[in-house]
């Protein structure tokens, strides 16, 4: 599924920056591990038009929404940051406040835009992950080959 979302995300937005694969316990529930990563790409889409992209590679990979919020999914695609943008946007505060609240999104986060300043706190995701409480703690990066 993560090969087959990478390669529709290409399709449409052309160059990404793709972050290690992580590793982690499914947190919230008893299930199977998860894998983390993010994306990074350039788009002139509004956020709204983004949104739908998103949620329709997550249908054409198998996701079926409307189950509960901490349970196992296919895939699931959330837009972390909309360049400097702060707010709601079609339901969705951006920047996301997991960023803030779950390693396995700031650490792949901070891989991929080190140097980008969270547009609230005008601090780079590298210095945050660097302060963040027990950065490597349940993080295990796995390869991932997508041919």
């Known amino acids: 599924m993560i090969c087959a979302a990478i390669h529709d995300l290409g399709v ?33 889409l509004p956020f709204a038009s983004l949104h739908a992209r998103l949620r329709a590679i997550e ?5 079926v929404r409307g189950a509960e ?3 196992s999914r296919t895939l699931d695609i ?21 960023i803030l609240e779950y390693g396995y999104v700031l650490r792949p986060l901070a891989d991929v835009a080190p140097d980008e300043l969270h547009p609230e706190l005008a601090v780079s995701y590298r210095a945050l992950w660097k302060q963040f409480p027990g950065s490597e703690t349940d993080l295990r990066p796995i390869p991932l080959d997508c041919g």
Do not use: M
């Not at 959330?78 to 997991?98: M, W």
């Open 59 to 63: 249908a054409s990979n198998g996701r």
């Open 78 to 98: 959330d837009v972390l940051t909309y360049g400097d943008a702060v707010g709601h946007f079609s339901g969705k505060c951006i920047p996301n406040r997991e």
């Open 12 to 44: 449409i937005f052309g160059k990404l920056i793709v972050s290690p694969v992580y590793e982690t316990p499914a947190e919230g529930f008893d299930g199977d591990d998860f894998y983390n990563l993010v994306i990074g790409l350039q788009t002139e």
């Open 69 to 71: 919020k901490f349970s």
